[in-house]
């Protein structure tokens, strides 16, 4: 587990910029925290880490945006919307295993599909500061964990 704290948006962003240049095909990344925690800017930085210049919008009402300019395709997906739904499976493995990295908000939703190993992002607010977050990551398997440690090196 690997905490840190960021002081407005610009810099949850750049760490999503860091963290893509070590991640590596089929990688999986969960992304929790409430609304307005800061999952989409995560992925924002993630996607231009990557080489991605569209621009990166929350998907909620596609459930998922592929982009495939960068160094490997990204799977943008948030699945908020399945909240009552999520019993079937749309036939996510294809994205999880599909040689691109994928970036889940909200991904309790579909806990039955996801795959074992992954990398967890928690994003927390703090009540007395608007801008302030408490990025967590939690590594769930080898690969993740050595990936965390990666992250750590270049972060710190
Ligand atoms: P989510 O996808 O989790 O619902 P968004 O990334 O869409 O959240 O929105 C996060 C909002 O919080 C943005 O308006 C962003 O500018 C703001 N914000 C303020 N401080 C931070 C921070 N430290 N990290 C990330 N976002 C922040
Ligand atoms: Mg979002």
Same mark, same amino acid.
């Given at each position: 587990m690997f905490k840190i704290k960021t002081n407005d948006a610009e810099q949850t962003?750049?760490?999503? &910029?860091q963290l893509a240049?070590?991640?590596e095909p089929n990688d999986v990344l969960l992304l929790d925290g409430n609304l307005g925690a800061g999952k989409t800017t995560f992925t924002k930085?993630? &996607?231009?880490?990557?080489?991605i210049k569209r621009y990166v919008k929350s998907p909620t009402f596609?459930?998922?945006h592929e982009y495939h300019e960068g160094r490997m395709p990204l799977y943008h997906m948030d699945v908020y919307r399945l909240e009552d739904g999520g019993? +079937?499976?749309l036939g996510w493995?294809?994205? =999880? =295993?599909?040689?691109?990295?994928?970036?889940?908000?909200w991904s309790q939703y579909i806990r039955d599909y996801l795959p074992d190993d992954y990398l967890k992002l928690k994003? &927390?607010?703090? +009540?007395?500061d608007d801008d302030q977050r408490i990025l967590t990551f939690e590594p769930q398997g080898q690969h993740y964990?050595?990936?965390v440690a990666q992250l750590k090196e270049v972060l710190e």
């Open positions: 962003e750049k760490i999503g &910029a240049p070590i991640l930085g993630l &996607a231009k880490g990557l080489g596609t459930i998922i019993g +079937d499976d493995d294809e994205y =999880f =295993f599909g040689g691109g990295v994928s970036v889940i908000e994003i &927390a607010r703090n +009540d007395d964990e050595e990936l």
